[in-house]
């Protein structure tokens, strides 16, 4: 039932568009990389980032005369199939229609679509893949992208799968950047293992935790994984205490979407098994009907921060494709 | 977009086999009714209820020879396509292959479904419409159904859109049928209502709703209604504390499918816009950027407890389709 995806020489340049860096390469239809830009600083201004995305595509596209396509991951609500960035934390964009400038741009089709969605693409292409599968990316933020039935699945305007703000604890104490109260986000980003690993290197200011970070104040996610990696109880406490709450949210995900597979990425889940096993122990708990059904494998992302900009390039190839999907969506039984 | 649906007079048996009842009649493709039976109690062992369904589908059979095909809602987790029932609270049935069994009683084509399916298929053809929307029903329990792309959305496996057992309050003190503490069934459904209102009574044992009940340990959902309804104030805030966890799981259902539109149906949702105004009032609340989109319409379900078993006989006959869905599947662009 798998879609037919042509593994063929046709480039297209991708980009991945975060809160911090701009991540720009070219690949081939099969994925494979054939060329990759150092990540530049992502400016804090719009005129600014456009500029910078401007040169990039510019000198790929003179370098690799053979691209045929545009695709953009960018972080935000990305309307679809527009590609307009409605808003962004952390970015200076607002309500930019990104894929029609680069179009103007660069004569090229262009295709703009959220960054867990680009990194889930380039996962289920050419990572961990099924044809049900929810992609989480757990890193300063928690994104995600679903594939239903072998299709990037975008909602009715493209701003479907937002993981990060499934409402696990309403009446909780943490404020989630986009405002509200309860969102899975503030409770199992990286942001939120720093602040645990910060209230845990206080109460042991002499523990390895402090030690490492160079102070209590100083404590980042990257501290607890790293102290975590080094047999630290206090820091695999705290990886623990994010595991719980990422397995509540895949349990919702799971009763709701009923997929096959459910893969972690993102920089915090680097941790690997430190912050998989309490999260498989966590959302076995909290899953619906558990004694009566398959669940799904809970596994790490196959590939690594590439997977943003290189998914971006895929899902541009594959927008080029007469018909992705075409088998799939042909066949008279079956499907999403 | 939307699928082509052939309104013809071709007829199909529909049966919604409840927690407490079996529901039956004969419906043609448009979604009319031709012929309906009164409800029967749904017996209390395996062997019973297929005995019950057996006698339904062989009546309405003899007295509609149109009939084409036999479609099923039935509570619990059904597998799909096999509408093999895994499980279902408060029923009989254990892995029952109704299906299978249904098809070699009455030699037509059969279909089994999930009953909240059925019903927000109904609703889809015959009711509140669009091609993204979800189907909530807040009954005795909480369930749902979904529409992406003009299709009822089924999982992998047939057990997507578990919406009652969405995860909103983990470290709560309610545990839920299905033996997990933290999901919305228990904290939104008609029985939570009763429960709320049973507190409110024992807390003012003189005041409407003990008095309507006739005493603080009678009160039921449907007491709590019928003294919200009234002008009691206590009732009116029970709903309003069910209409709170109810917007907070729509909240996470629309940041995770991008609806356009949420349809609130079952004995509970009957309070109208006692229940429907703090539910909006708690999804604007926490719904995500809220500020950035358009915010999907919470409106009532068109049609009533007959939804199931209607929904279950056009779910039938679209079944028999050669394609349902078939002209939006070959679109080349757009889709779930």
């Avoid at 401007?54 to 370098?63: F, N, P, T």
């Avoid at 912050?275 to 494998?297: D, I, K, Q």
Wanted: net charge negative.
């Amino acid at each position: 039932m798998r879609p037919r995806i042509h593994d063929d020489d046709r480039l297209a340049i991708g980009l991945d568009i975060g809160g911090t860096k701009i991540a720009a390469g070219v690949a081939d239809a099969g994925g494979r990389v054939v060329e990759r830009v150092p990540a530049v600083p992502c400016p804090s201004d719009q005129a600014a980032i456009l500029k910078a995305v401007s040169v990039l595509v510019e000198e790929l596209h003179a370098r690799n005369p053979g691209t045929v396509a545009v695709g953009v991951g960018a972080a935000g609500l990305v309307h679809w199939p527009e590609g307009r960035i409605r808003t962004a934390p952390n970015t200076a964009y607002r309500d930019l229609p990104l894929r029609r400038l680069l179009q103007e741009a660069t004569g090229l089709p262009a295709l703009v679509d959220n960054d867990a969605n680009a990194a889930c693409w380039a996962e289920y292409r050419k990572g961990n893949s099924a044809s049900y599968m929810a992609f989480i990316t757990v890193g300063t933020g928690v994104g995600g992208g679903l594939v239903l039935a072998d299709r990037l699945f975008r909602g009715r305007t493209g701003i479907a799968m937002e993981f990060g703000h499934t409402i696990v604890d309403p009446h909780g104490a943490e404020r989630c950047g986009c405002g509200v109260v309860g969102c899975l986000e503030p409770l199992a980003s990286g942001r939120a293992l720093g602040r645990y690993g910060g209230a845990a290197a206080a109460a042991e200011p002499g523990g390895t935790l402090a030690t490492l970070a160079g102070g209590p104040g100083r404590v980042t996610g990257e501290t607890v994984s790293a102290a975590a990696r080094a047999g630290d109880p206090a820091a695999r406490a705290q990886l623990e205490r994010l595991g719980h709450w990422l397995g509540i949210g895949i349990a919702t995900l799971v009763n709701l979407f009923d997929v096959e597979l459910v893969v972690v990425g993102g920089g915090v889940a680097e941790a690997g098994e430190l912050l998989l096993a309490p999260t498989r122990a966590s959302f076995a708990r909290y899953v619906t009907a558990a004694a009566h059904r398959e669940l799904p494998a809970i596994e790490p992302a196959r590939l690594g921060p590439e997977a943003g900009w290189i998914g971006a390039a895929l899902l541009a190839l594959d927008q080029d494709e007469p018909a992705p999907g075409r088998e799939h969506r042909e066949g008279p039984g079956g499907g999403a």
